[in-house]
């Protein structure tokens, strides 16, 4: 949300893409996520993001294919952290921003962590990412039960590239 401050306290829905779709993190299998070797790599940097930023936790995630669905919360702020990578700002308030300096520090340590193991592997991201604000209990619930369901609904899920074809 344009002017919005992404280092409020609360529950934010994010949405990670890859590049192109393209489906790097393994395959869903009787409507369970299966992930491969990326997939791994993906789902541990996801866990590890309250270990660098203190006052931020994880809630319900799913990495799927080619994307990435996941709540974080965002308890105080005024917090010293770590991040997975540096992530320069021409901001002065640090924490302005906080949910876009977390993403940005997850993808970044994603790349780096399977081009580390793989070589030359061409992963990347899209750039940026979705996000939602949730503001009451009830989306909370709906979200939850989205990213939950996510897998059983792919061959339906807009980010399926393939639910053309099928």
Same mark, same amino acid.
């Given at each position: 949300?344009?002017?919005?401050?992404?280092?409020?306290?609360?529950?934010?829905?994010?949405?990670?893409?890859?590049?192109?779709?393209?489906?790097?993190?393994?395959?869903?299998?009787?409507?369970?996520?299966?992930l491969?070797?990326?997939?791994?790599?993906?789902?541990?940097?996801?866990?590890?993001?309250?270990?660098?930023?203190?006052?931020?936790?994880?809630?319900?995630?799913? #990495?799927m294919? !080619?994307?990435?669905? $996941? =709540?974080?919360i965002?308890?105080?702020?005024? %917090?010293?952290?770590?991040?997975?990578? &540096?992530?320069?700002? #021409?901001?002065? !308030?640090?924490?302005y $921003? =906080?949910?876009?300096?977390?993403?940005?520090? %997850?993808?970044?340590?994603?790349?780096? &962590?399977?081009?580390?193991?793989?070589?030359?592997?061409?992963?990347?991201?899209?750039?940026s990412?979705?996000?939602h604000?949730?503001?009451?209990?009830?989306s909370?619930?709906?979200?939850?039960?989205?990213?939950?369901?996510?897998?059983?609904?792919?061959?339906?899920?807009?980010?399926?590239?393939?639910?053309?074809?099928?």
């Amino acid at each position: 949300m344009k002017g919005y401050d992404y280092s409020k306290e609360g529950y934010y829905f994010i949405t990670v893409c890859t590049r192109k779709m393209v489906e790097w993190f393994g395959k869903i299998e009787h409507g369970k996520m299966v992930l491969n070797e990326q997939g791994k790599i993906a789902d541990k940097q996801w866990l590890e993001i309250p270990n660098y930023y203190k006052d931020v936790d994880i809630d319900k995630f799913v #990495i799927m294919p !080619n994307h990435i669905h $996941g =709540l974080l919360i965002i308890h105080n702020v005024a %917090f010293e952290r770590t991040e997975h990578c &540096s992530v320069p700002t #021409i901001n002065t !308030n640090e924490h302005y $921003g =906080l949910v876009s300096k977390i993403i940005k520090s %997850f993808k970044g340590i994603v790349v780096k &962590s399977i081009r580390h193991q793989w070589g030359d592997l061409d992963f990347q991201w899209q750039r940026s990412f979705y996000d939602h604000v949730i503001r009451n209990e009830k989306s909370l619930r709906n979200i939850k039960k989205y990213i939950i369901d996510n897998p059983l609904k792919w061959e339906l899920d807009e980010y399926n590239p393939k639910k053309f074809f099928t």
